[in-house]
């Protein structure tokens, strides 16, 4: 009996692990067309409905290429390198990762039902990952060693010199579906498709990234160009462009204070230096119409002082070119004829490059601010509007597509220079006309709000990049009493703790002089 | 030591003070209670009514009270804890200046705001011209059984205007949500629209954040009025996909 039982376990369990093994086309099918079929479409082909909305588009899986693989260029990926896209999603991108979201049964399922859009997958013998090795140590040496070959083999053509993505080439770029397609911006690699460790980035050296224009380098390594562990130390290098951790995102700017006339009002003063970064995210207007699925800039860093008398805020952010650049024209038209006419028509123009900072009319009591989108009819914003083509200016805006100018100007400075531009916009605290600027007060948290157009990928109005509500802080001196307060809390809780020993003591003594008196029962003292 | 009322009583505030920190997060889900770290301001009126407690325990017995007094006597007047007496004179004071300054320095802070997440609803709302009231309404296309139509109308809909804020998953992780605050919901799980009937979320999705109520404000709330850009069909049938996208039931009318 325990043995039939024990043998219908065995076939249960062997069963089970077949049925395990066997491709689960039905329920691969189910999972894709709920949840991948929106944009990479019921045929696969990366035309779903929501596709048009997203650049990069979404991977056609009828043909075969995958960017991110572990696999030499043209191969196709293995099953892992599939389950690490579907796990961990694509950086940069609109896809996110799937690891916690769908079970190990339905994420298998559904890697199974990709592989069937493009049949050679069943016929090819299965694909043999590259052999990275470890990296070794970064060090001075080999960063060196990985600047020399960025240079050499010509990283710079759509990379640009410092990474950010504005190589003479990259206005030029389309994958392999005739798709405007960007040079990474290799200064932020938390964005990078394939991950931004050295490791990750070595593998794209040596894979390439099918589909797009970026190439496998590991025919230098065959021609003995040059060797694997120079490869490394051009990943190494390519890390170094971007910095340790992603830059954190907190809510309040602060502005120190500087003494009196110290304020830096240029670009390129040396002061700027020592002044801390804040990092706002940007994200796409898609609340009001027309909307702008593609912006291309996706934060700006924000460094601000005081002098009592001055406000100076300097803004960066990279941006692939200095806007209106003949160079980017064909950009913006390819840009343009895929990401519209959704919204209407919108024809390919000479744009220039803006920023606009905005701030409540006056500071708030309270939470209560503007709404955050450029305000509204009755609860206006106040604006400094800067344009690569215009002086800065104030305005007043009552919802995105009512902007007025309030006359006058807002002192600036402005450069672009390797794929990042900076400006430096300066005003008094206290405006002549208070009726509609902004008083900055010190000492209280000030609503901030960043707008960013690249006029080369055809941003203008509502089309454009926008940040929620931030606060700006200008630090006030410290008020005297932030040091007499605790002086005195020192010495009275000091002052009072003598008191308390010193009457304990004399109680004390007051005991030792009754006990060794004639009556010990007369009480001394405080009775518990 | 170990039944000495004064170290008793600083063994009890002490693991007191772990349960509140650590205990009440941490330890409900290693058994699959979900929890959260204990607010400040809670924290010191939990410690507060222990120590209170502790006073009274030592307190409530003469002998208790004495020996627990025993050893802050002892430090105040013995001659030979004299170095410990100067320690603790200046160490006290030093804490409390410490904490004065910590409490009166200029801060780098954001103002605190505090907002309804689910204010009441209007009776009715007007969308397209036409006057909707929102009580006792249905989600026509779960009334009349089209069901797969809603579905797979809401489906484009979903993916083309919602998905960039609250995610492919519906779970308010979506490639533009990070640059929004408030964040956008999550919409699967109990906490939010399955609270809710669709007339409800029906008058979200046409009025967005620009429509909440005052006690909804601040509106920073980046959600469009979707009757801009959608028909009232469209909006029923988005409102339809989101329940069973994610996998749950609306609230319905009979359970009010």
């Known amino acids: 009996m325990a043995a039939i039982r024990f043998l219908g376990l065995v076939l249960v369990l062997v069963t089970a692990d077949l049925a395990a093994q066997q491709p689960d086309t039905e329920r691969g099918r189910q999972v894709y067309e709920r949840w991948c079929a929106a944009c990479h479409a019921v045929d696969g082909a990366g035309e779903g409905p929501a596709a048009g909305y997203m650049l990069p588009r979404p991977r056609d899986f009828t043909r075969g290429i995958y960017q991110i693989r572990t696999t030499p260029g043209g191969d196709i990926p293995t099953d892992d390198d599939i389950m690490r896209m579907i796990n961990e999603g694509m950086p940069g991108t609109t896809m996110p990762g799937w690891q916690d979201q769908l079970s190990r049964a339905d994420r298998q399922a559904v890697l199974e039902y990709i592989k069937s859009f493009y049949p050679p997958f069943e016929t090819m013998a299965a694909p043999e990952p590259i052999d990275f090795g470890r990296a070794p140590r970064v060090s001075d040496d080999r960063l060196e060693e990985g600047r020399i070959f960025y240079d050499s083999i010509e990283c710079w053509q759509c990379h640009g010199d410092t990474g950010r993505g504005y190589g003479s080439s990259a206005p030029e770029l389309e994958d392999d579906w005739g798709y405007p397609i960007r040079a990474v911006d290799l200064t932020k690699n938390w964005k990078f498709n394939g991950g931004g460790s050295v490791e990750e980035i070595y593998r794209r050296l040596r894979t390439g990234m099918d589909g797009t224009p970026m190439p496998s380098f590991s025919d230098l390594l065959d021609a003995d160009f040059m060797t694997e562990d120079q490869l490394w130390s051009l990943a190494h290098y390519v890390r170094s462009l971007a910095p340790d951790r992603p830059p954190r995102v907190r809510e309040v700017i602060r502005a120190d204070r500087v003494e009196p006339g110290e304020v830096p009002t240029t670009v390129a003063d040396e002061r700027w230096d020592e002044v801390e970064s804040f990092y706002i995210p940007l994200v796409a207007q898609i609340i009001v119409l027309p909307r702008w699925f593609d912006p291309s800039v996706d934060a700006v860093w924000v460094q601000a002082l005081h002098d009592g008398n001055e406000i100076a805020l300097r803004v960066t952010w990279h941006d692939r070119s200095e806007s209106p650049h003949p160079n980017w024209m064909q950009w913006q038209e390819r840009v343009l004829e895929v990401m519209e006419p959704r919204e209407g028509d919108l024809d390919p123009a000479p744009r220039p490059d803006r920023l606009a900072v905005q701030f409540p009319r006056s500071i708030p009591s309270g939470m209560e601010r503007p709404y955050f989108l450029m305000g509204t009819s009755d609860n206006p914003v106040y604006l400094w509007q800067w344009s690569s083509t215009d002086d800065a200016e104030p305005a007043q805006a009552r919802g995105m597509t009512e902007i007025e100018p309030l006359g006058g100007s807002i002192a600036s400075d402005a450069r672009w220079e390797a794929g990042r531009w900076q400006v430096v916009l300066t005003r008094s605290l206290e405006p002549e006309d208070t009726s509609n600027r902004l008083t900055f007060e010190r000492g209280t948290a000030i609503p901030i709000a960043f707008y960013v157009w690249d006029g080369d990928n055809g941003e203008e109005g509502t089309r454009g990049a926008i940040s929620s509500w931030y606060f700006i802080y200008l630090l006030e001196d410290a008020p005297i009493s932030t040091y007499v307060t605790p002086l005195m809390a020192f010495f009275l809780t000091g002052g009072l703790g003598l008191v308390v020993v010193a009457r304990a003591q004399k109680r004390e003594r007051a005991l030792e002089t009754a006990s060794e008196g004639p009556d010990p029962t007369t009480p001394t003292g405080r009775n518990p | 030591m170990r039944d000495h009322p004064f170290w008793q009583a600083i063994l009890v505030f002490i693991a007191a003070w772990i349960l509140v920190r650590w205990g009440i997060p941490y330890v409900p889900p290693l058994v699959g209670i979900s929890s959260a770290p204990v607010p400040t301001s809670v924290e010191l009126q939990y410690m507060l009514t222990v120590l209170v407690g502790i006073l009274i325990w030592v307190s409530d017995n003469e002998v208790r009270w004495k020996r627990f007094k025993e050893p802050i006597r002892n430090v105040m007047v013995q001659p030979e804890r004299k170095w410990m007496r100067v320690a603790f004179l200046v160490a006290i004071p030093l804490l409390v200046a410490f904490v004065t300054y910590d409490t ?151 359970e009010h």
């Open chain 2, 104 to 254: 009166v320095r200029p801060k780098v802070t954001a103002p605190v705001g505090l907002r309804s997440v689910h204010p009441a609803n209007p009776t009715s709302i007007t969308v397209d011209g036409e006057s909707i009231i929102l009580e006792g309404l249905e989600n026509p296309f779960r009334a009349e059984g089209r069901g797969d139509e809603a579905y797979a109308l809401g489906l484009d809909i979903y993916y083309q205007n919602c998905m960039a804020c609250h995610g492919d998953y519906l779970d308010g992780q979506g490639h533009y949500a990070h640059g929004y605050n408030p964040l956008p919901l999550p919409l699967r799980g109990g906490g939010t629209i399955a609270q809710l009937t669709e007339s409800y979320v029906f008058w979200r999705i046409a009025k967005g954040g620009a429509g909440l109520p005052r006690e909804g404000q601040p509106w920073n709330s980046a959600m469009p009025a979707w009757e801009d850009f959608l028909t009232v069909e469209e909006m029923w049938a988005v409102t339809y996909f989101l329940y069973e996208q994610a996998g749950i039931s609306p609230r319905t009318w009979e």
